[in-house]
């Protein structure tokens, strides 16, 4: 009785008031005072520490599923543009959908993922005996300081966020941003990488974007202006190119796949100086109207060449009377 009273004295003295009971039994156990102490971190702090990093890795999982479900309602094709037409837009809208979902998903798994991580690293710090106040002061006046010197970074911020909301372009719209035009390679909040048509990356902050055209939304379409000759019967030239588009039209590979209708020839647009030409136009998916555009070119001069009809060149007549000299200056 007298020898347990004496070690329960020891190990009070040993071990204080925190995590009092861990304490002392590892100290009554293993009669070391290292070992009692590592104990005691082990069930005050430690267990602290390890219970916030649990929680935030919780709250990372939780976000992350919110993430996606709220993508998921992105993914889902919006049907304002059905009434117009409805084969295109739904069809255009689920592709838009799921490529605006998975670059929204993106930046704001890394922005959600960034502050949780900084939030439980405070809260373990705390736990470990530090002192937050100097760092989280010193790290407000770095902010402040960072705010002046930073506000393209702010500016590029804000427009990449105001730009995925708003749905401007996603990963892989062809687009013009003002010194060209590509393709949308990676989308962050700071910067748009585009790959332009030689291969060229621009790396493009976005506050930088003012003006942006956007050739990949929903549908696109094929326009054609076909010269004929002042020679020719135009409506017979006509009935010749409706006919190639119509073929075309018909083609498996083309109608339906890169055609959402049929090419229709609206009639005569110019009148010009060697020949007269007749506008094509047709609806097509987004970013292949050039593609649709080389084909139909393609078709539609060997449909002419067929029927006999040439196309114009540019020529000039000159008319010589006798009697007339040049007047000498």
């Known amino acids: 009785m007298i020898f347990w009273a004496l ?26 005072l ?31 599923r919110a993430i996606d479900h709220f993508t998921e309602r992105i993914d889902r094709p919006s049907l304002r543009d059905v009434g117009r037409d409805p084969e295109v837009s739904i069809e255009a809208e689920k592709l838009r959908a799921k490529a605006r979902a998975e670059t929204l998903a993106g930046v704001l798994r890394s922005v959600a993922l960034i502050f949780i991580s900084v939030l439980t690293a405070l809260l373990a710090l705390g736990q470990l005996g530090i002192n937050l106040a100097p760092l989280i002061a010193g790290a407000g006046i770095v902010g402040v300081a960072i705010g002046f010197g930073a506000q393209n970074a702010v500016r590029d911020f804000l427009s990449g966020l105001f730009m995925m909301m708003e749905d401007i372009y996603s990963v892989g719209d062809d687009i013009d941003f003002g010194k060209g035009r590509g393709t949308v390679e990676k989308v962050t909040l700071r910067s748009t990488s585009i790959r ?52 075309m039209w018909e083609d498996p590979e083309w109608g339906g796949d890169e055609l959402y209708e049929e090419p229709q020839v609206k009639g005569v647009q110019v009148l010009g100086e060697s020949g007269i030409a007749i506008r094509v136009r047709g609806k097509t998916k987004p970013s292949v109207q050039w593609r649709s555009e080389r084909e139909l070119r393609l078709r539609i001069k060997e449909a002419l060449d067929a029927a006999g009809i040439g196309m114009p060149y540019p020529h000039r007549t000159v008319i010589l009377q006798r009697g007339q000299v040049p007047e000498e200056n």
Request: glycine share 8%; with cysteine; charged share 20%.
């Open 7 to 32: 070690q329960s004295g020891a190990a009070a003295e040993v071990c204080g008031d925190r995590a009092r009971y861990v304490c002392e039994r590892v100290y009554e156990w293993s009669d070391n």
């Open 34 to 64: 290292l070992l009692a102490r590592i104990a005691t971190w082990l069930v005050e702090p430690g267990l602290a520490v390890l219970l916030i990093l649990l929680g935030g890795w919780l709250v990372s999982r939780f976000v992350k």
């Open 196 to 247: 332009t048509r030689q291969g060229v990356v621009w790396n493009v902050p976005n506050g930088k974007i003012d003006f942006v055209g956007n050739y990949s939304q929903l549908w696109a379409r094929a326009q054609l202006d076909i010269e004929v000759t002042y020679e020719c019967d135009l409506r017979h030239a006509m009935e010749v190119i409706q006919q190639a588009c119509r073929d």
